[in-house]
């Protein structure tokens, strides 16, 4: 056989790896887009303008560190999913729960709920000893009911106590009252419930580490984390949520990372690894004080888990939060 085709599979296989790489090629290659940017003028709205009737629709997070663009391993940022950032159906009235502690989220804004709530009160007879509308707390001789900004932008998260417990009958006819009402009920102010996403949610670098910043009590993200990954990490092969520790505030998850998913032929050709394959992570929560938690990914297998792979995985578990 002549020497010369001994080669040919070789060539055919990078071909095949190098082919869509141009800018122009079968793939756009959105890198080149993030790194000549240019910055535009902002919008200046009159001064004479009612700031009461205006609010971010779509508001866009600061940037954490510097756009390094003499860096060759720029990746431009995967986009966040639209909605909840999971394909599955969300109820407007859900469930949240960590030992004792039971409430109900809302997918609308507090300033929206907040006259919603009022009504329940009016409408069930409950005697209203003290409203504060800046903190969102009706004090009624049968209990407290209050609400507040939930961990993800759009939510409320509303409950129902006695003496600092959870009444489970009022949390009852409160699902129910919401669930009979749409997420269109008219506005209120409630200013100090107004917190944007990018408050909520920061992803930082700390020396070779990217962490998840969240201005939260742990077990309030702990219960809106659990149920986040119970609905979307549940794609074998690809994604799936294997355990849960609410003592230790901790998740062992198994995925796949970019990296893996976007192995080349060529890469592959010259791999041990033939498949693409899966491995074992952890989400750990950590308490920064009574309203800060920290999200950590921690490898836990033996497969090669680099700064960008965590960094790409907490994109997309933060993505699940907004």
Not at 98 to 110: F, Y
Not at 139 to 145: D, P, R
Not at 153 to 158: H, L, P
């Amino acid at each position: 056989m002549n020497s010369a085709l001994k080669w040919m599979p070789l060539v055919a296989i990078t071909a095949l790896a190098t082919a869509g790489c141009a800018r122009e090629g079968f793939y756009d290659d959105r890198n080149a887009d993030y790194i000549n940017a240019e910055r535009s003028a902002p919008l200046i709205l009159p001064e004479s303008r009612n700031e009461q009737r205006y609010r971010d629709i779509m508001p866009v997070p600061e940037a954490q560190g510097t756009l390094r663009t003499s860096d060759k391993r720029f990746r431009a940022p995967a986009p966040s999913r639209l909605g909840s950032g999971s394909t599955v159906e969300r109820d407007f009235v859900e469930r949240r729960e960590i030992g004792n502690d039971r409430w109900l989220v809302i997918g609308s804004d507090p300033g929206m709920v907040w006259p919603q709530l009022q009504e329940f009160a009016r409408s069930h007879g409950l005697q209203v000893q003290a409203s504060d509308d800046s903190r969102g707390v009706l004090q009624t001789a049968q209990g407290q009911l209050s609400v507040r900004q939930g961990l993800r932008a759009g939510d409320s998260e509303v409950r129902c106590e006695m003496g600092s417990r959870p009444v489970a009958a009022c949390l009852d006819a409160l699902e129910q009252h919401f669930s009979a009402r749409s997420a269109s009920a008219s506005a209120a102010s409630l200013a100090a419930q107004q917190i944007s996403s990018e408050d909520r949610l920061r992803l930082e670098q700390l020396g070779n580490e990217w962490v998840v910043r969240i201005p939260l009590a742990i077990d309030r993200v702990w219960a809106e984390l659990s149920h986040q990954l119970e609905a979307d990490f549940s794609v074998e092969n690809r994604r799936m949520l294997l355990e849960q520790d609410p003592q230790q505030h901790e998740f062992l998850i198994e995925y796949m990372t970019l990296t893996e998913q976007n192995r080349n032929p060529l890469q592959v050709f010259f791999s041990a690894d033939v498949r693409q394959m899966t491995q074992h992570i952890r989400l750990v929560l950590e308490s920064d004080g009574a309203e800060h938690t920290t999200l950590r990914a921690v490898n836990a297998s033996e497969r090669r888990f680099t700064e960008e792979d965590a960094r790409e995985l907490l994109e997309r578990v933060a993505g699940l939060l907004r």
